[in-house]
Nanobody, 113 residues
Framework: QVRLVESGGGLVQPGGSLRLSCAAS????????LGWYRQSPGDQRELVAT???????KYSDSVKGRFTISRNGLENSVTLQMNSLKPEDTALYYC???????WGQGTQVTVSS
């Protein structure tokens, strides 16, 4: 059974940076797609960024140019470098893989002065 564990959330001032990490366990093969979604209270969970094991990336328009997702080849770990953070980036960030569909427990990111 695949398990995803996130780390790296916290409180940061507007304009600051944070780095999220996610490590997968419970599988011996390279997961096709890893990524991040986020959810704020009262809102639906939304895509932040994803990356395939071939290196293809996808970003939501709201984070393009500020966030960078990366993955070391076929390894089952992924990082999200978040720069120029805004208050509207405040959310619970979930690590995700598409097959088998699996979610992490989430890590809180709060952007506030």
């Amino acid at each position: 059974q695949v398990r995803l564990v996130e780390s790296g959330g916290g409180l940061v001032q507007p304009g600051g940076s944070l780095r999220l990490s996610c490590a997968a366990s419970g599988t011996s093969y390279s997961l096709s797609t890893l990524g991040w979604y986020r959810q704020s209270p009262g809102d639906q969970r939304e895509l932040v960024a994803t990356i395939t094991n071939g290196g293809t990336t996808k970003y939501s328009d709201s984070v393009k140019g500020r966030f960078t997702i990366s993955r070391n080849g076929l390894e089952n770990s992924v990082t999200l470098q978040m720069n120029s953070l805004k208050p509207e980036d405040t959310a619970l960030y979930y690590c995700y893989t598409n097959y088998p569909l699996t979610w992490g427990q989430g890590t809180q990111v709060t952007v506030s002065s």
